[in-house]
């Protein structure tokens, strides 16, 4: 899904000129989409800030952006110990990233953790999926209300979202016409998909 969320991450802030620089010394901005699935993955976050603090080091700023479920769980505490990090964005949130961008003063550190989550997917309905690979992921649900034990995902990506159906497969067909010939689709319970359109609902098996 972090793959998923950075490519679309990608098609929001090419509107505002921001493309993938193939010199990773050479950036003005640096975003780095996290996963929290692991115990180490939020030390590793601090090993890639650190680095990215050293190689800039004679050079300007760049604005260093954390994403995904290490950002949620962890954000506040991130901001505090990682004075090099500027802003912190849950995975409900990243509709609201050029703004981020556009608004960035060099003082202000921010944070946005709310679960913004049908907003977000009203925001990326809107922007072409320009994933062009043979395989591509497509996201149908998010979040998770089953809360078991050992589990971070409904803390990190909120309650269960089923995206309107007819949102997926618009964007699947655009997928087929980019090239792709197998469509993933995901979800933290993709099971759970359920959207009701007036009087008819759709389940897994539907968009299957
Ligand atoms: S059902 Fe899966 S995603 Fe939801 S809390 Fe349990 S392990 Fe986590």
Redesign the pocket.
């Known amino acids: 899904m972090n793959e998923y969320d950075s490519n679309r991450i990608y098609d929001t802030v090419k509107n505002i000129g921001y493309l993938k620089t193939k010199n990773h010394l050479d950036a003005d901005c640096y975003l780095l989409n996290s996963c929290h699935i692991r115990d180490k993955s939020k030390e590793k976050v601090f090993d890639e800030i650190g680095r990215v603090r050293k190689n800039y080091k004679n050079k300007k700023k760049p604005i260093v952006i954390i994403a995904g479920c290490v950002a949620q769980a962890e954000g506040n505490e991130m901001i505090k110990r990682e004075p090099y990090i500027d802003f912190i964005i849950g995975p409900q949130s990243y509709h609201k990233i050029n703004k981020i961008i556009q608004n960035y003063n060099f003082k202000k550190k921010d944070e946005l953790t709310e679960f913004d989550t049908e907003d977000k997917f009203n925001y990326l309905d809107k922007i072409k999926n320009n994933d062009s690979n043979v395989s591509s992921f497509l996201t149908i649900q998010e979040g998770?209300?089953?809360?078991?034990n050992?589990?971070?995902?409904?803390y990190t990506?909120g309650p269960e979202f089923s995206r309107p159906f007819k949102n997926i497969i618009k964007e699947a067909e655009n997928l087929v016409k980019n090239g792709a010939k197998e469509l993933t689709l995901l979800g933290?319970?993709v099971n759970a998909y359920f959207y009701k359109d007036g009087t008819k609902s759709y389940r897994l098996s539907d968009l299957i």
């Open positions: 998770c209300d089953k809360f078991c050992f589990c971070v995902v409904p990506r933290q319970n």
